[in-house]
């Protein structure tokens, strides 16, 4: 069964950083493009970035509104993709998910259930 | 960026009800839209990818169409598990996407 699960989220201060983590299982983790996708309350969905697979020269992109400030990784030998988060800002509070592809022409799919981020002081 | 661009933003319809989602790119994306469903509290799935490809274990109720810059999902009869959020998303270049939602009521 294909499954992910994150996990890292809480509560933060602003300017603090956190690391949110993405156990993979049920696929062939370093084959595939992994994202991150995150949902402010009551919002919509928006794209932070993706980390293409070696076969992709690693490639990652991000969003303009976390680029600088978010470093998407992956460690393929324990199917795990993370997303560093520093200098965070109120705005960045919403439940984050992490997606299999998502990459050019890709489509993101299983997702995990979401880690919630609530940066305030 | 592309933008995209959803409608209605909100509907409400009955049980066997046809319904309609449209969605627009602000510039071409040949076929490269994807829909999803999302139910409250949960993550969204996806329906639909590269516009017309019905992802496996998806009700064949659940149909998408178009090209180039407008897209429709369309689902043939509303059944009660259908009450969800809709989005669209494009995948043509980055940034990628979503549309703003589509929420189907009763």
């Known amino acids: 069964e294909l499954q992910l699960v994150e996990s890292g989220g809480g509560l933060v201060q602003p300017g603090r950083s956190l690391r949110l983590s993405c156990a993979a299982s049920?696929?062939?983790?370093?084959?595939?493009?992994m994202s991150w996708v995150r949902q402010a309350p009551g919002k919509g969905l928006e794209w932070v970035g993706f980390?293409?697979?070696?076969?992709?020269?690693?490639?990652?992109e991000y969003a303009a509104s976390v680029k600088g400030r978010f470093t998407i990784s992956r460690d393929d030998s324990k199917s795990i993709a993370y997303l560093q988060m520093n200098s965070l800002k109120t705005e960045d509070t919403a439940v984050y998910y992490c997606?299999?592809?998502?990459?050019?022409?890709?489509?993101?799919?299983?997702w995990g259930q979401g880690t919630l981020v609530t940066v305030s002081s | 960026d592309i933008q995209m661009t959803q409608s209605p933003s909100s509907l409400a319809a009955s049980v066997g009800d046809r319904v309609t989602i449209t969605c627009r790119a602000s510039q071409s994306i040949s076929s490269y839209l994807n829909w999803y469903q999302q139910k409250p509290g949960k993550a969204p799935k996806v329906l639909i990818y590269t516009a017309s490809t019905l992802q496996s274990g998806v009700p064949s109720r659940f149909s998408g169409s178009g090209s180039g810059t407008d897209f429709t999902l369309t689902i043939s009869s509303l059944q009660p598990e259908d009450f969800a959020t809709y989005y669209c998303?494009?995948?043509?270049?980055?940034?990628?996407?979503f549309g703003g939602g589509t929420k189907v009521e009763i």
């Open positions: 049920g696929f062939t983790f370093g084959d595939y493009a």
């Open positions: 980390i293409r697979s070696k076969a992709y020269g690693v490639t990652i």
């Open positions: 998303q494009q995948s043509y270049s980055t940034p990628l996407t």
């Open positions: 997606t299999r592809g998502g990459s050019y022409y890709g489509w993101f799919d299983p």
